[in-house]
């Protein structure tokens, strides 16, 4: 399951990212986007888990006020 994170800050660390996303299961990988607007990066976290539990991941994390910021989470579609 990928799940969409934008809002994140300018100089968002991949590594404290998976750390705290592997607080809500294991995180397979994280490609982090910096094109584009740089001060609004995001990142694509491929998490091991199903649509169901990805979409309760991104409901909690979504509206997060962070840093200055609000953390939006979208789970992505996939085939």
């Known amino acids: 399951m990928k799940i969409l994170l934008s809002g994140l800050q300018r100089d968002?660390?991949?590594d404290t990212l998976?750390?705290?996303m592997s607080k809500?299961?294991?995180v397979i990988n994280?490609?982090?986007?910096?094109?584009?607007?740089?001060?609004?990066p995001w990142a694509?976290?491929?998490?091991a888990?199903?649509?169901a539990e990805g979409t309760e991941v991104a409901r909690r994390i979504?509206?997060?006020?962070?840093?200055?910021?609000f953390i939006h989470a979208r789970v992505m579609l996939h085939d």
Request: charged letters at 35%; glycine letters at 12%.
């Open 12 to 14: 968002f660390d991949v």
């Open 18 to 20: 998976r750390e705290r």
């Open 62 to 69: 979504d509206g997060i006020y962070h840093i200055d910021r």
């Open 30 to 40: 994280i490609q982090a986007v910096r094109d584009g607007d740089p001060d609004q």
């Open 24 to 26: 809500f299961g294991h």
């Open 44 to 47: 694509v976290v491929e998490m």
């Open 49 to 51: 888990m199903g649509v």
